[in-house]
Every structure is written in structure tokens, then in C-alpha cells.
């Protein structure tokens, strides 16, 4: 027989800012949420420990892509110590020769760099397949440990990539792709995971917003890295490998110890949100934000997004969905993957994701070899990218949680994102001009990307279809962010391709194509949302 | 093991101050410094010791060889003198050596005073030298220039963060400036371990703590 903790029975709507605990006691001021003035409904449902699991799985994703952009950030110099000096002209070797000439790995640095372009491409490989095995994973172990072990696994893998090979110098081919393959494999843990805990804490009123402001985790990702690597490099690139590792395993630790994957462990079990925001009364909140017309029609009054579901089959799940008297099971890959909307979107993403991580991965070259700046500048020039995304993704997520749809949303700010990809293909020889550009473009190919990897997952995860019974959050985040993957892992060889072959603004038309293929795939989705808003119109029209 | 034992406290013995044991350079002909020579004046006049045909000089600690005398010893090639790379003045003349390359003496910084038979020419062409001289027999080098300061060239081009310095008749090695070290001169500074680590240790433990307590202190096992 299941047990069946006292506090189940009492009302929780009784008073709906303090959460109770197992004892049946209101919980001590320790506990009372962190902002509680009487306006603020919607800020009054979160307790310290919604602001901590924010906090935590923001950093761990910040860390992840502080260590990405490390490896970046450093090609220079370890392209560098892997070749011999270069010779002007005839004149003979520099002596002496361990100092000058000693390291052969690459004849020079062209073939250094395609080959760190090719590591590039094998990490973003193995990252999309370990995303489609990491969110199936995710969805049946505990999540605190899955996050922890990939966080602490990459941490060690990235140490011996850089700063282990270096110390020995031991510089071997095969040795690094297989170090970066695994480094893939380990990174991919980390997505799915700390989406599923941010939708396990975060239900439905508010996600656009938090999610929008939580997916800057990956931008602060690049900046923190970028600043870590510029002020570490000088010392050598295997120190810049050792700090981001070493900070990246302390957040691994710091995960395992402080982490609640799902309100259940303390045992804050939820009610719909309508209890506790009472701003959002209407029966807007109970659907799911990219629901079809049909699933409209559900209007249960206990089955709402904000369940909390914990990722363990236990027994005190049952009391989540008494209608069905069976804990939530986590869902099959295949299952999943016939989700609604689930496909569309993961091709979309996949078309977005590739633009978005071009940028990141090319932009410093490109602003250098186009336009002849210092590698330097142009790494911070490219921080604005990062800017733009940060604001686009939180501004797109609030309007279209105010919207209460958010397909409509991401077409306008796509449209918008071919216009400004035009406007920065035609961008002057000049530094402000061009950080304006950038900022503008990366907010409105951001915005969307943001959106559609966290907030969006998050309500495919969670749709009604689901009826509360399947765990999807994590497989379904897998699955939206492995097809991204893939997108982008090939992005990387086309754009060096066609910038090899043609020139720079064949570059950009094939980012524009992109852009509007993801628009494509959305189509669908966008006008079954407007036919619904149409009809919603029209009906509180006929209201009044 | 007694034998064990007496090598072990032979090489100690002779480790110390007898390093020089085991440089054939001194030995590669029979007979040893002569006074008379030049080199043999020389080592006098540095009140240097004599040991086969080097002379060597104690500075400090170390002992260097500054004088090597290998006139006369019938050598047909010489190939390497390394282990001589500190002296000051060489004797070679008188050696039925047709050809010698020049990288023998690549790293020869000290050399001043070269005597070579007079078939060989001076190790990087007479205008790495003040002064050459050759009367038939033998030719003499003096006063090696500095290779990076050659009047009339610009002075080497070394890579970022080196200098160019001297490194035996017509060599240049390019040699990190600074603080500058390692592969290609690329690394600055000493890294701060110990304070990075301790301050990262010691914040990942205080954060570990103080959120274990507040957060999954009261949290059931899953």
C-alpha cells in the first residue's frame, strides 16, 4: 500500500505563499518565498528553493558553455603549439629547435585549424547523439545524479584533452577525437536534465518569461568563457583548460549537494497554478500553450501543467493523478518523438541552431578576416551576439506568455531575423555600427532559438496528450535539441565549405535560407495557433 | 653488493668534482697539453688544469673547458666537438682534414681564437670574424662577431617575444625575453596555482555546505 503523507490532507489552497511541509506545520521563516509583496501575484508562488534550482541548473549550463567557448577561444594557440614555427622566405630554421621547431603534428597552421574544425564537428556529433540517449536516461534515473555526472565527466575529460596532453606533451590525433567524442557524450547529460528540473519546478504561468530569462544561461555561458580564457591564456592554453575544468567539476559537486530535482523531494507536492497566482483565473492556464483546438476541450479541474512530477516511480505520485490510480512512467523514444509538435519544432530547431551556432563558432574569423580586426576585438565584438539573444529570448518569452501562444511570436521575430541577416551581410567597416547589427540580429535569431529549446520543450513535455501518466520533459528536450545538434554539426562543414569555395556573402544567403526553412516547418503550427486566437476573439466578442 | 657499493661510492667521489671524466673530446688524441702552444699559454695564463688536450677552468661549482688543443692528431674528419662548446680558444691546425661542417661549431659562443689547417675555411665565412689570417699552413680566426649585428644586414628577425643573441660563429638562436617561456615563446608568467585552487576549493566547499543545509537537508531519499 502506498503511504500517504499527513499533509495531503490538508487544503492547500489555504495559504497558498507558505508551502507546507511533510509535518503538517507551517514551514519557519527560513522558508517564506523571497518576494512576497501582495502585487507581485506571480512572484509569490516561488520559495527560495525555486530561486536556488534556477541559480543551480543556470550555472551548470553556464559552466558547460564556458568550457566550449574556452576551446574556442584558445584554437590560436594551440593550433600554434602543434606546428613548427613559420619561415619567411628561405631563411633557415630558428634555432633553438625545441623551442621553434620540435612540435610536427601540422605541417603548418591551415591543417591545424581544419582539423580543430573537424574536432568541432565531432563534438557537436556525438553531443545530438548522446541528447537522444541522454533524455531517455534522464527521464528514468535521478536527475541530480545524471547532471552532476555529466558535469563532473566533462570536467575531466576537457583536463586531459587540454591540460594532461600538454603537460606530457603527448599531441596525438586519434587520442583527441576520441577525448572530444566522449567530451560529447558527457556534455549531452547536462541539457535535457536541467530542463526537465526547471519544468519539474517551473509549471506553466510564467514559464515564457523564466525560461526566456533562463536560457541566457547559455549566452552568460560564452561570455564567462570567453573572459576566463582571454585572462588565463597568457600563462598557456593548458592553464585556460585547467581553470574552466576545475570550475566546471566544483559546479558538478556543488549540483550533487544542493540540487532539489522536483518540489516532491521536500515535499512541496502542487496544485494548478490558478491556487496560487490568482492573477491568471481564466481557463487560459489550463491549456498547454501550443495545444491544438481539440485539446482544448479539457477542462479537468485537477489535471493542469502544474503538476509537479517527480522522475522516480513512487508511490506518493499517486496522489498527482488519482483519475488514473498509475505513477507517471517515462515515455518511449519513439513515442515521443510522435508527439505533437514535437517533430516540426525539432526541425525548425535544427534549421535555427545551425545559424545560431555558426555565429558563435565563426564570427570571430569572420570579423577578422572580413574586416581585418584583431582577434582580440573581435571576440569582444562578438559578446553583442550573445547580448541580443540574452534580451531576445527573455522579451519574446514574456509577450508570448502574455500572448498566451507563442508560435505567432516566433514567425514575426523570424521574418525579422531574415530582414537583419540582410542588413549585417551589408555591414560597414565600422566597430559600432556593426555591434549594433549584431546585437539586433542576435535578438531576433536568439529570441526564437531560446524559446524553442527550453520554453517550448518544456510544453511539448508536458502536454495534455500526456495526461499526467508519461515522463516526456527530458526525452522530448532530447530530442528537440539532438535534431538541433545535427543541424548544427553539419552547419559547420557547409559554412566552411562554402566560404572555402565561394566568399562571405554566399555565407549569409544560406543563413537566410535556413532562417526561412525554420519558418516553414512552423508554418503549420503558427496557423492553427492564429486560427485559435481568431476564434478566441471571436468568442469573447460575442461575450460582450 | 660490495662491489655494488664501491662503484656507488666511486661515481659519488668523482661525481662531484671529477664530472669531467667522461668528455672524450679531450681524449680523441693521444698526449696532452703542451705549453708551448698557444692554447697551452693560454691555460697557463688562466692558471687552468690540464687533462688530455683540454684545458679547463673551475668556476665556482662548475668546471668548463676553455682551452682544446688538437693539433697534430691526425684526424681525418671531425665530426663532433660539443662537449667543448664553452672553450674559448681551439687548436685544430695541422690535421689532414679536408672538409669540416659548419654546424660543429654551432653553439660555440665563447670562441674567440680558432686555428684551423688552411685547406678549411672559417665557420661562417670570414665575415663572422674580426680578423682572419692565413699563412699556408694555417688559418687563424679571431674575435667572433656577434651574428645578429652584422653591419650592413638588419640585425635577425626573431619571432615575437625573442631576441636574437649569439650562438657560435654565423648562428643566431632566437631566445625568449622576459618572462616569456616554453614553445614558441607563447607563455608569460608563472600560473598562480596555488591561489586559484585555494580559492576555488574552498568556495565550491562552503557553497556545497550551505546549500546541502538549506536545500536537500529535509530532502527524502530517492
Known amino acids: 500500500m502506498s503511504f500517504s503523507p499527513p499533509f495531503e490532507n490538508l487544503p492547500l489552497q489555504s495559504n497558498p505563499s507558505l508551502p507546507v511541509r511533510a509535518e503538517g506545520h507551517p514551514l519557519p521563516l527560513l522558508e517564506t518565498p523571497v518576494m512576497s509583496p501582495p502585487c507581485c501575484g506571480f512572484l509569490s508562488q516561488y520559495t527560495h528553493h525555486h530561486l536556488v534550482t534556477f541559480l543551480l541548473t543556470f550555472f551548470s549550463y553556464v559552466l558547460l558553455h564556458a568550457s566550449r567557448k574556452t576551446f574556442s577561444n584558445v584554437k590560436v594557440s594551440i593550433s600554434a603549439q602543434w606546428t613548427p614555427s613559420v619561415l619567411n622566405g628561405s631563411s633557415p630554421a630558428y634555432s633553438p629547435g625545441q623551442t621553434w621547431e620540435e612540435n610536427k603534428l601540422f605541417e603548418d597552421s591551415q591543417e591545424a585549424t581544419l582539423f580543430l574544425g573537424a574536432l568541432d564537428t565531432i563534438f557537436l556529433f556525438s553531443y545530438a547523439i548522446g541528447l537522444y540517449v541522454s533524455g531517455v536516461i534522464g527521464d528514468r534515473l535521478n536527475l541530480r545524479y545524471v547532471l552532476s555526472f555529466g558535469l563532473c565527466g566533462s570536467a575531466i575529460v576537457e583536463f586531459l584533452f587540454g591540460t594532461v596532453t600538454e603537460w606530457l606533451h603527448f599531441y596525438n590525433i586519434y587520442f583527441y577525437c576520441c577525448l572530444w567524442v566522449l567530451n560529447g557524450l558527457l556534455q549531452s547529460a547536462v541539457w535535457p536534465c536541467v530542463v526537465a528540473v526547471m519544468g519539474n519546478w517551473f509549471g506553466k504561468s510564467g514559464r515564457g518569461f523564466v525560461f526566456g530569462l533562463w536560457s541566457a544561461c547559455a549566452s552568460v555561458g560564452n561570455i564567462l568563457g570567453a573572459f576566463l580564457a582571454s585572462s588565463v591564456l597568457k600563462y598557456g592554453y593548458e592553464y585556460a583548460f585547467l581553470v574552466t575544468s576545475a570550475v566546471q567539476f566544483a559546479g558538478g559537486v556543488v549540483v550533487f549537494f544542493g540540487l532539489l530535482s522536483s518540489p516532491k523531494e521536500v515535499g512541496l507536492s502542487m496544485t494548478c497554478e490558478s491556487a496560487m497566482s490568482p492573477v491568471q483565473n481564466d481557463s487560459d492556464s489550463h491549456r498547454p500553450l501550443i495545444s491544438d483546438e481539440e485539446y482544448a476541450q479539457e477542462e479537468e479541474g485537477v489535471m493542469c501543467d502544474g503538476g509537479y512530477y517527480s522522475v522516480q516511480r513512487s508511490d506518493q505520485d499517486q496522489d498527482q493523478a488519482p483519475e488514473l490510480g498509475d505513477p507517471p512512467v517515462a515515455i518511449g523514444f519513439f513515442q515521443a518523438f510522435c508527439l505533437p509538435g514535437v517533430l516540426p519544432y525539432s526541425l525548425a530547431y535544427a534549421c535555427l541552431k545551425l545559424v545560431n551556432y555558426s555565429f558563435f563558432f565563426w564570427l570571430p574569423f569572420y570579423l577578422s578576416s572580413n574586416f581585418g580586426w584583431k582577434e582580440a576585438q573581435a571576440d569582444r565584438l562578438s559578446v553583442w551576439y550573445d547580448v541580443g539573444g540574452i534580451v531576445g529570448g527573455t522579451v519574446q518569452g514574456l509577450i508570448s506568455d502574455f500572448l498566451g501562444k507563442r508560435a505567432p511570436v516566433l514567425a514575426v521575430s523570424l521574418l525579422l531575423a531574415m530582414g537583419s541577416l540582410v542588413g549585417y551581410s551589408h555591414s560597414p567597416d565600422n566597430q559600432v555600427i556593426n555591434a549594433v547589427l549584431l546585437a539586433v540580429t542576435g535578438f531576433f535569431i536568439g529570441g526564437p532559438s531560446n524559446m524553442i529549446s527550453s520554453a517550448i520543450s518544456a510544453d511539448l513535455g508536458r502536454q495534455e496528450v500526456l495526461r499526467g501518466s508519461q515522463e516526456a520533459l527530458a526525452t522530448v528536450t532530447g530530442i528537440v535539441d539532438g535534431t538541433g545538434s545535427i543541424g548544427a554539426a553539419g552547419g559547420q562543414y557547409l559554412v566552411s565549405l562554402i566560404e572555402s569555395r565561394l566568399s562571405w556573402m554566399p555565407v549569409f544567403y544560406f543563413f537566410i535560407t535556413m532562417t526561412g526553412v525554420s519558418l516553414l516547418f512552423i508554418g503549420p503550427m503558427i496557423i492553427s495557433e492564429l486560427r485559435s486566437v481568431c476564434q478566441e476573439m471571436r468568442t469573447r466578442v460575442h461575450q460582450l | ?222
Open chain 2, 1 to 222: 653488493m660490495f662491489t655494488f657499493v664501491t662503484l656507488c661510492i666511486t661515481s659519488l667521489l668523482f661525481g662531484s668534482s671529477y664530472q669531467q671524466m667522461e668528455f672524450q673530446v679531450c681524449h680523441l688524441c693521444v698526449g696532452s697539453l703542451q705549453n708551448g702552444t698557444a692554447v697551452g699559454y693560454f691555460c697557463a695564463s688562466l692558471s687552468g688544469r690540464v687533462e688530455g688536450r683540454c684545458c679547463w677552468r673551475q668556476q665556482g661549482e662548475r668546471a668548463s673547458i676553455v682551452g682544446l688543443d688538437l693539433s697534430n692528431c691526425s684526424l681525418r674528419h671531425i665530426e663532433d666537438l660539443q662537449e667543448a662548446s664553452t672553450a674559448v680558444m681551439i687548436d685544430l691546425s695541422s690535421n689532414p682534414v679536408i672538409n669540416i661542417s659548419d654546424s660543429v661549431f654551432q653553439g660555440f659562443i665563447e670562441l674567440h681564437y680558432l686555428r684551423l689547417p688552411s685547406t678549411l675555411q672559417c665557420p661562417g665565412g670570414n665575415a663572422s670574424w674580426e680578423k682572419v689570417t692565413s699563412d699556408g699552413v694555417v688559418c687563424l680566426c679571431e674575435e667572433q662577431k656577434d651574428a645578429c649585428h652584422q653591419d650592413g644586414n638588419m640585425s635577425w628577425n626573431c619571432p615575437e617575444n625573442s631576441l636574437c643573441a649569439p650562438d657560435g660563429p654565423g648562428f643566431t638562436q632566437c631566445s625568449c625575453t622576459g618572462e616569456y617561456h616554453g614553445y614558441k615563446c607563447l607563455r608569460e608568467g608563472q600560473f598562480p596555482t596555488g591561489l586559484v585552487f585555494g580559492i576555488l576549493g574552498s568556495s565550491t566547499f562552503l557553497a556545497s555546505a550551505l546549500l546541502w543545509y538549506t536545500q536537500r537537508r529535509k530532502a527524502k531519499f530517492t
